[in-house]
């Protein structure tokens, strides 16, 4: 938990400027002009496990500006995957939508820590020296698990 706000604004590649808070308290708030998303930093928590509070700030805030930065391809692949569930008669009601729905996001939380570790690896790595991998092999392989099983019933 946080005890200072960490605000700070920029440019998406896009064009439009986005904005991201860190603390006071638990949630982040992520988003575009005033629509920003307060949520709780599950995420975070299990990938930046045993991190320095500076890093775990700095990290934090790159992977809330992926989600912002990956947010048009993360509406592409929402599309594809509820075209491609309807094609293929995949519709089985409102559950295979909530999974489906988590299976999104989930590959969307992917992409986000991908960029992360691309927007800065050395640092990234620096930050990791001496923390045991187990929570970042955890989320990696459950995340894996769940995008993989949401393309599996949606193709079957």
Known sequence: MNNKKILLTKKMWYGINASVIIG??????????????????????????????????????????????????????????????????????????????????TAWEMLSEGVTILDDSHRYMASYEGIPILPRACFWTITSFIVIEGWYFVLL
Not at 26 to 40: D, E, K, N, T
């Open 24 to 105: 006071p308290g638990f949630l982040h708030r992520a988003g575009h002009g005033i629509f920003l998303l307060p949520h709780p930093p599950i995420v975070d928590c299990i990938l930046r496990y045993g991190l320095r509070e500076n890093d775990r700030n700095k990290l934090s805030v790159i992977h809330e500006f992926a989600h912002l930065k990956t947010t048009p391809f993360a509406i592409v692949y929402t599309f594809l995957v509820f075209f491609v569930a309807y094609t293929n008669n995949n519709y089985v009601g409102w559950r295979m939508v909530l999974f489906l729905i988590l299976s999104i996001h």
